[in-house]
């Protein structure tokens, strides 16, 4: 951010909690090409643009706060904002119950290994 640091609160308008609480750091959010302008809006700020343009591919929450340079929790207020809109759509990350165990993972690396 240029210009020096800006509070995270002036960023968020105040609000330290995102209206969507089913936002993971690792759910994926994607631009929506249909909304490519952003309503006018007095909650709308410049983070919120930068946000529709780095989500035209997609990113998860960590990436754009990393891409940022802000906190995770103004991320996902910033992401609420947009998802409540319909300027982005947010996958959730897959359930810990249809991932893969890490034992099955690392048999398929040590086997993977052995092709060599």
Do not use: F
Not at 42 to 65: D, G, K, M, T
Not at 71 to 97: I, N
Not at 106 to 115: H, I, K, M, N
């Amino acid at each position: 951010m240029s210009g020096g640091p800006v509070r995270p609160y002036v960023i968020t308008g105040g609000r330290s909690r995102s209206t969507r609480p089913e936002l993971a750091i690792e759910s994926l959010v994607s631009a929506l090409p249909e909304r490519p302008e952003l309503p006018e809006d007095p909650l709308l700020n410049r983070e919120h643009q930068r946000i529709v343009q780095l989500c035209h591919s997609l990113l998860s929450i960590a990436e754009v706060a990393a891409h940022l340079g802000l906190p995770l929790g103004v991320v996902k207020v910033l992401v609420g904002d947009l998802w409540d809109l319909g300027a982005v759509q947010v996958l959730p990350p897959v359930p810990q119950a249809e991932r893969l165990p890490t034992t099955l993972l690392e048999e398929v690396l040590v086997g993977l290994r052995q092709l060599r």
